[in-house]
Nanobody, 115 residues
Framework: QVQLVESGGGLVQPGGSLRLSCVASGSIFRFNAMGWYRQAPGKERELVAMSTRGGITNYADSVKDRFTISRDNAKNTVYLQMSTLKPEDTAVYYC?????????WGQGTQVTVSS
């Protein structure tokens, strides 16, 4: 059974930074991709950043040059470093993992950007 546990969300002022972490446990040694999605109130869930097993990363246009995704394979952890945060970044952020064709989701962590 695969489990994803996120941490690091919270309230931050515009222009501030946060780092999200997601620890994966279970049978993940054949994972294909790990990343982050987010869902703002009244909006659909959208891709924020993704990191493939081969090391390819991709980002939503709205976060390029502000967010950085990274992985620590030894710790089965994926991070999302978020900088220069804007109010429109406010959302629930979900960790995502794909193992072969199976997808897994974390429970979500709230990020609120407000003064």
């Amino acid at each position: 059974q695969v489990q994803l546990v996120e941490s690091g969300g919270g309230l931050v002022q515009p222009g501030g930074s946060l780092r999200l972490s997601c620890v994966a446990s279970g049978s993940i040694f054949r994972f294909n991709a790990m990343g982050w999605y987010r869902q703002a109130p009244g909006k659909e869930r959208e891709l924020v950043a993704m990191s493939t097993r081969g090391g390819i990363t991709n980002y939503a246009d709205s976060v390029k040059d502000r967010f950085t995704i990274s992985r620590d394979n030894a710790k089965n952890t994926v991070y999302l470093q978020m900088s220069t945060l804007k109010p429109e970044d406010t959302a629930v952020y979900y960790c995502y993992l794909r193992v072969l064709i199976q997808e897994y989701w974390g429970q979500g962590t709230q990020v609120t950007v407000s003064s």
